[in-house]
């Protein structure tokens, strides 16, 4: 189990990573917003990559018996949102990332690229 957020989102981040999802950015969301602690911001090149992408996340998290809240856009894989709560992962295809700038939406946020 994770002790923090923090911890959440660098795991979720990880799982990520394992699809070879692209630009992994750990959105501080603390200090701008009530509602959630984190966003984990990545991109994928295809919805079929956007989905591995989020399955890889759902079933990592499902090992350490964490389910998500919600889950949107699956489907079209356009955009995937997990929502766990504390942290809430987001999953683009490049154009819709480009089209939705999260980054630049939640400016406030202090944004940390992800390392593996």
């Known amino acids: 189990m994770f002790q ?8 979720i981040a990880a799982a990520a990573g394992t699809k070879k999802a692209q ?7 603390s200090e701008v917003t009530l509602t959630t602690d984190y ?23 499902l090992k350490e018996g964490i389910e998500f809240n919600h889950k949107e856009g699956y489907r079209e ?10 942290v809430v992962a987001h999953v683009f295809t490049r154009d819709s990332r ?3 700038a999260l980054e630049q939406l939640w400016g ?4 940390t690229p992800y390392e593996d």
Request: glycine letters at 6%.
């Open 39 to 61: 966003f984990v911001v990545c991109s994928g090149n295809t919805s079929t990559q956007t989905r591995a992408i989020a399955d890889a996340i759902e079933e990592e998290l």
């Open 108 to 111: 406030d946020a202090e944004l």
């Open 4 to 11: 923090t957020s923090e911890e959440l989102a660098k795991a």
């Open 98 to 100: 480009e089209y939705y």
């Open 77 to 86: 894989g356009e955009w995937v949102l997990l929502d766990y709560g504390d």
């Open 23 to 29: 630009d992994i950015v750990l959105m501080r969301m």
